[in-house]
């Protein structure tokens, strides 16, 4: 196989390319490599501005769709199809809003629901990841209980209601078994879709390097399940307080206290429409903070940890 001759000191680089174009391809080659690492590079750098830049779009374009729906609620009040009493205003309401703080039930009524919230939703996590850990490791549990847990989250929550008075009275325990029955199904089926998406290498890993059967639970797979987890966790979430809601509003009375439910049957019982609007929009403004400060910050650092959180999504 003949040799390329090695290039002289009176050589041009036209002489070199002509004897030896392999150097060429190569150079060329290695140039584009070059270039392509300091793409990279760059992109990499910009992502990491990108990240701990703020976007304001972010802020600015929820508070612009709040305010362009507050004038046309507005505007159709000012319109008159319906009397005042019926569909009150959005000052009406901040009056309203205004005068339950002063008397001190707006903030009671917020403490007693988000305690309430809270509370049984944390207890429902307790329940529900040991149990779908279970069902997710023991295929025989599975067959048998999944159809069961898959049931119960289709459930109306506000079915348990009756029964939940009838067993525990009129009672906070009323209310929190409400809130475990509307959470911890959703909760267990979202770690166990968790688990199912979990490459079989994981498991492999796991056992090569010894892991019992606990700490491939613990340690292998709730760690690879996180994403598929924190969704159940936010469907929980919802169930939790839209449950929390249908036993506040029905179960009243007794020793249980008075929450954001509460508030909204005694608007419907005086019909009080701005009491009932206080009350709607409080519930709906928990539910979109509870998203916002706790769900979402953790939801984009999981991604972005494991390289999933796409540029439209920063």
């Known amino acids: 196989m003949p040799s390329n001759p090695a290039p002289s000191v009176g050589d041009s680089p036209v002489d070199v390319v002509e004897r030896n174009p392999s150097a060429a391809t190569q150079g060329t080659r290695g140039r584009d490599d070059l270039r392509e690492l300091e793409a990279g590079l760059d992109s990499l750098q910009s992502d990491n501005q990108r990240v701990h830049r703020i976007d304001w779009s972010r802020v600015l374009l929820p508070i612009v769709a709040l305010v362009v729906l507050v004038l046309i609620w507005q505007l159709y009040v000012w319109m008159g199809f319906k009397r005042r009493d019926l569909v009150p205003g959005p000052l009406d309401v901040a009056g309203q809003m205004g005068a339950l703080w002063n008397e001190g039930r707006l903030q009671e009524a917020m403490w007693t ?183 979402g910050p953790i939801e984009k650092r999981l991604l972005r940890n494991r390289g999933l959180l796409t540029g439209s999504t920063r």
């Open 113 to 295: 629901s988000l305690q309430r919230g809270v509370l049984g939703f944390l207890i429902s996590v307790a329940i529900a990841t040991p149990i779908g850990l279970l069902l997710a490791q023991v295929a025989s549990l599975r067959r048998a209980f999944g159809p069961l847990i898959s049931g119960l989250q289709v459930l109306p929550s506000v079915a348990w209601v009756p029964a939940a008075i009838i067993w525990f009275g009129l009672t906070d325990a009323t209310v929190y078994f409400v809130v475990l029955m509307g959470a911890i199904p959703s909760i267990i089926n979202g770690l166990i879709s968790g688990v199912d998406q979990i490459p079989p290498q994981f498991r492999r890993m796991g056992t090569v390097l010894g892991a019992s059967r606990l700490q491939m639970a613990l340690q292998v797979v709730l760690p690879a399940a996180l994403p598929g987890y924190l969704g159940g966790l936010k469907q929980g979430w919802a169930f939790s307080w839209r449950s929390l809601m249908a036993a506040e509003i029905i179960a009243v009375g007794g020793t249980i206290g008075f929450g954001l439910g509460s508030m909204l049957n005694q608007g419907r019982d005086l019909s009080d429409m701005t009491l009932v609007m206080s009350a709607i929009l409080l519930i709906l403004a928990v539910g979109i903070l509870i998203e916002l400060l706790v769900f």
